[in-house]
């Protein structure tokens, strides 16, 4: 909550010394403060879980854990989107694209902290399931800034990179989505990017799913 009150404040700030804030001039703020709150959300908050113990699963089980973290980090996340229909002056359609996109990445990332947690349990700072943090940790990272690396090569080619590309980050999806420059959104949201936000949420649901198998498999009586 304080890193969103933080970025929301920030761009506030910002938009203020270029410019009296208005709609108009709020495009570019707005959208600052939205990758802002997306690093925080899809980077630090596993970076922040996998550096910790593991939560106390007699308070619930693991998945429990991370859907309260979840709710906790979309909840305030849908509440500064949404009035961007009316602070930016942007299309709802606009805004509800990037309120989906970023509900369906934070599921996404979700869904990855549960299933590297209902693994081994790691208490202390030696614990050898430690290990695996590390290698999780670089799969979010390269799920995150895959897409923006991406785009960056096939740009320097001087060949511009496909559309969707974009969309398959949330750094990069909400200038797709919301435009870039001074401005406001440019284009409509397409079919193709709608299907990248399901495609999204839906892999999210493959990674929860599997996080509970994996649970409910460690949970089961060890025949010795």
Do not use: C
């Amino acid at each position: 909550m304080m890193y969103i009150l933080f970025a929301v404040a920030g761009s506030i700030v910002w938009v203020s010394n270029v410019s009296t804030v208005s709609p108009g001039s709020y495009s570019p703020a707005a959208r600052i403060m939205l990758v802002v709150v997306a690093i925080g959300a899809t980077i630090l908050w596993p970076m922040v879980r996998l550096s910790q113990q593991s939560p106390n699963v007699q308070r619930g089980t693991v998945l429990a854990h991370i859907l309260a973290d979840a709710l906790i980090i979309v909840t305030p996340i849908q509440l500064i989107t949404w009035p961007l229909f009316v602070l930016a002056n942007w299309p709802i359609t606009i805004v509800a694209s990037v309120a989906g996109a970023l509900a369906a990445w934070v599921a996404l990332t979700g869904g990855v902290l549960a299933l590297a947690l209902s693994g081994s349990v790691a208490s202390r700072p030696n614990d050898p399931a430690l290990g695996s943090r590390t290698l999780w940790m670089t799969i979010v990272l390269a799920m995150v800034l895959a897409a923006p690396l991406a785009s960056l090569v096939i740009n320097s080619t001087r060949t511009p990179a496909p559309q969707w590309l974009a969309m398959l980050s949330p750094l990069t999806a909400i200038q797709t989505l919301a435009g870039v420059g001074i401005s406001g959104p440019q284009n409509r949201v397409t079919p193709l990017e709608i299907q990248l936000i399901l495609s999204t949420a839906i892999l999210a649901l493959f990674f929860w799913g599997a996080a509970a198998l994996r649970s409910l498999r460690g949970k089961r009586p060890n025949p010795a």
